[in-house]
Nanobody, 125 residues
Framework: QVRLVESGGGLVQVGESLTLTCAVS????????MGWFRQAPGKERESVAG????????DYPPSMKGRFLISRDNAKNTVYLLIRSPKPEDTAVYTC??????????????????WGRGTQVTVSS
């Protein structure tokens, strides 16, 4: 079983960078590609970023490129998401997820089997 716990959310000002953390309880963390997703009120969940099992490859939807940075520390079973210069439209619940064991990196949520509960990020202007 894989458990994911996000932290680091909160209220931030426009332009104030923020790093989210996802602690993963898994015996074999390096077997899983990881991703971050977000869901704003009244909107569908969308992919923010993904990272391969060894961290060498990252991917972002076109709309997210340049403002988000995903990374992982396999020694600490932890995944990070840096939100650079957030805007009010980045306000959402951010959730990390573990992808299918042994799979390559995908951004599509259908390839993710384990989900955290999310952390709220509110960007104030």
């Amino acid at each position: 079983q894989v458990r994911l716990v996000e932290s680091g959310g909160g209220l931030v000002q426009v332009g104030e960078s923020l790093t989210l953390t996802c602690a993963v309880s898994a015996f074999d963390f390096t077997d899983y590609p990881m991703g971050w997703f977000r869901q704003a009120p009244g909107k569908e969940r969308e992919s923010v970023a993904g990272i391969s099992r060894n961290g060498a490859v990252t991917d972002y939807p076109p709309s997210m490129k340049g403002r988000f940075l995903i990374s992982r520390d396999n020694a600490k079973n932890t995944v990070y998401l840096l939100i650079r210069s957030p805007k009010p439209e980045d306000t959402a619940v951010y959730t990390c997820a573990a992808g299918r064991q042994y799979y390559d990196l995908h951004l599509d949520a259908q390839y993710y089997d384990y989900w955290g509960r999310g952390t709220q990020v509110t960007v104030s202007s």
